[in-house]
C-alpha cells in the first residue's frame, strides 16, 4: 500500500542554519503531498501541500517541490528560527480511498540559539 | 471563520470503558475524518464522513464507531476501551475530499488506565 518515509530525528540545528528534512513516498496513483507542522501540546497545522508533479509549495520561508521520478517531497529552509522548533510530518493523499492522509512517522526538530 | 474544535482536551478513563470524542468542524467544511496518534506515532487514518456518511475506513476493529450530524459535527466513540488506546485523538475537516488539504483540531488527549 502506500506509505510515508520520513528522515528520523531529532534535526539539531543552530539558529541561520539551512534545513532539509528528507521524505520520499511510495503511491499507486497520483497523490498530494503535504508537510504539516505540529508544535508542542498542539494539534497538526498545515505548512504547505503540492497536487501535481514538479509543483512547488511554500510558506513562511518553507519550500518543497514534488519530484515524481525520485518520488521525493523534501522540506526546506533557507534560515531556521528557534520558533521553528516542532515536529513536522510528511504526508500524502490516497486519492483513491477518501483521500485519507497517510503520515510519516515525523521529524523532530530544534533550532537553538 | 472558526477552526476544527474538539471536546474534552485531555481525558483519563478505564480500561473496558466506553468513551465518546466531539469534533466541530470549521465552517463551510462537509467532510471529517478522525486520526489516532499515538505517542512519537504519526496519525493512522480510523475513519472519514462525507454528509453524514461513513465514507472510508482505516484498520480500525469495530468498536471504534463514529457519527456526523447535519451540521457537520462528529462524534468518535469508542467501546470496550483497552491500555493500547491511549492516545491523541485529532479530528480534521475539509470543504472536499482530501485534495486541498485538512484543518486539525487540537485533538483529545486519552489515557486509559
Known amino acids: 500500500g502506500d506509505s510515508v518515509t520520513q528522515m528520523e530525528g531529532p534535526v539539531t540545528l543552530s539558529e541561520e542554519a539551512f534545513l532539509t528534512i528528507n521524505c520520499t513516498y511510495t503511491a499507486t496513483g497520483y497523490p498530494s503531498l503535504f508537510w504539516y507542522v505540529q508544535y508542542p501540546g498542539e494539534g497538526l497545522q498545515l505548512l504547505l501541500k503540492?497536487?501535481?508533479?514538479?509543483d512547488k509549495g511554500s510558506n513562511k520561508g518553507f519550500e518543497a517541490t514534488y519530484r515524481k521520478e525520485t518520488t521525493s517531497f523534501h522540506l526546506e529552509k533557507g534560515s531556521v528560527q528557534v520558533s521553528d522548533s516542532a515536529v513536522y510530518f510528511c504526508?500524502?493523499?490516497?486519492?483513491?480511498?477518501?483521500?485519507?492522509?497517510?503520515f510519516g512517522t515525523g521529524t523532530r526538530l530544534q533550532v537553538f540559539p | 471563520e472558526t477552526g476544527v474544535t474538539q471536546s474534552p482536551t485531555h481525558l483519563i478513563k478505564t480500561r473496558g470503558q466506553q468513551v465518546t470524542l466531539r469534533c466541530s468542524s470549521q465552517?463551510?467544511?462537509?467532510?471529517v475524518s478522525w486520526y489516532q496518534q499515538a505517542l512519537g506515532q504519526g496519525p493512522q487514518f480510523i475513519f472519514q464522513?462525507?454528509?453524514?456518511?461513513?465514507?472510508g475506513r482505516g484498520n480500525f476493529p469495530p468498536r471504534f464507531s463514529g457519527l456526523q450530524f447535519p451540521n457537520y459535527s462528529s462524534e468518535l466513540n469508542v467501546n470496550a476501551l483497552e491500555l493500547d488506546d491511549s492516545a491523541l485523538y485529532l479530528c480534521?475537516?475539509?470543504?472536499?475530499?482530501?485534495?486541498?488539504?485538512?484543518?486539525f483540531g487540537s485533538g483529545t488527549r486519552l489515557t486509559v488506565v
Open positions: 465552517s463551510g467544511h462537509n467532510t
Open positions: 480534521a475537516s475539509s470543504s472536499r475530499q482530501g485534495s486541498y488539504g485538512y484543518t
Open positions: 464522513y462525507y454528509r453524514e456518511e461513513e465514507n
Open positions: 503540492a497536487t501535481k508533479a514538479d
Open positions: 504526508a500524502l493523499s490516497d486519492a483513491y480511498n477518501t483521500d485519507k492522509l497517510i
